[in-house]
T-cell receptor
Framework: GQQLNQSPQSMFIQEGEDVSMNCTSS?????WLWYKQEPGEGPVLLIA?????ELTSNGRLTAQFGITRKDSFLNISASIPSDVGIYFC??????????FGTGTSLTVIP | NAGVTQTPKFRILKIGQSMTLQCTQD?????MYWYRQDPGMGLKLIYY???????DKGEVPNGYNVSRSTTEDFPLRLELAAPSQTSVYFC???????????FGSGTQLSVL
């Protein structure tokens, strides 16, 4: 199956710091999605990207669809304790199935 | 706003037992999916459906079956449970392929 490399695997940051994470694939994708998952819950959609070079924001979150179409980036500005969770990227090039990264675990220290 | 609803939330099975995980969505989405999530891993696609009566295999379909008789419902069947099927199962839906997925809250399944 398709492999998505997501990094970093985990992050421990101070409240107020900015966060950056990224996802790379060996295939060209048509859609990138970013999700957040909290313990015992399903993934919740944060941002959807549909075009190479697209930059989209959702509050303090900003994501970009890489111009090579093989990568995507998520930034969180001025982190707060409720940002804690696991962040997943997902990409699709078939139109039928999304492939998921292995997640970035974020811990915010007050 | 129910969205995607999965039942049960938790289940313990003995090896060789069978069960059906239920999934229903009220968004009139055409596409529905079943994913499994193992500890420390991303989600792997088991089966998906592009509409009522149409299903297809994903990355990890072995040991599972699905059916899609209505737009709303997409049950996942485990016929002979094995320890390797211990996982958290998520159902998702999207309006069309390649668009954002909306997930249910998951079913945690243990096979002992």
């Amino acid at each position: 199956g398709q492999q998505l490399n997501q990094s970093p695997q985990s992050m421990f940051i101070q409240e107020g710091e900015d966060v950056s994470m990224n996802c790379t694939s060996s295939s060209i994708f048509n859609t990138w999605l970013w999700y957040k998952q909290e313990p015992g819950e399903g993934p919740v959609l944060l941002i959807a990207l549909y075009k190479a070079g697209e930059l989209t924001s959702n509050g303090r979150l900003t994501a970009q669809f890489g111009i090579t179409r093989k990568d995507s980036f998520l930034n969180i500005s001025a982190s707060i304790p409720s940002d804690v969770g696991i962040y997943f990227c997902a990409g699709d090039y078939t139109g039928n199935q999304f492939y998921f990264g292995t997640g970035t675990s974020l811990t915010v220290i007050p | 706003n129910a969205g995607v609803t999965q039942t049960p939330k938790f289940r313990i099975l003995k090896i060789g037992q069978s069960m059906t995980l239920q999934c229903t969505q009220d968004m009139n989405h055409n596409y529905m999916y079943w994913y499994r999530q193992d500890p420390g891993m991303g989600l792997k696609l088991i089966y998906y459906s592009v509409g009522a009566g149409i299903t297809d295999k994903g990355e990890v379909p072995n040991g599972y079956n699905v059916s899609r008789s209505t737009t709303e419902d997409f049950p996942l069947r485990l016929e002979l449970a094995a320890p390797s099927q211990t996982s958290v199962y998520f159902c998702a839906s999207s309006r069309i392929g390649g668009e954002k997925l909306f997930f249910g809250s998951g079913t945690q399944l243990s096979v002992l």
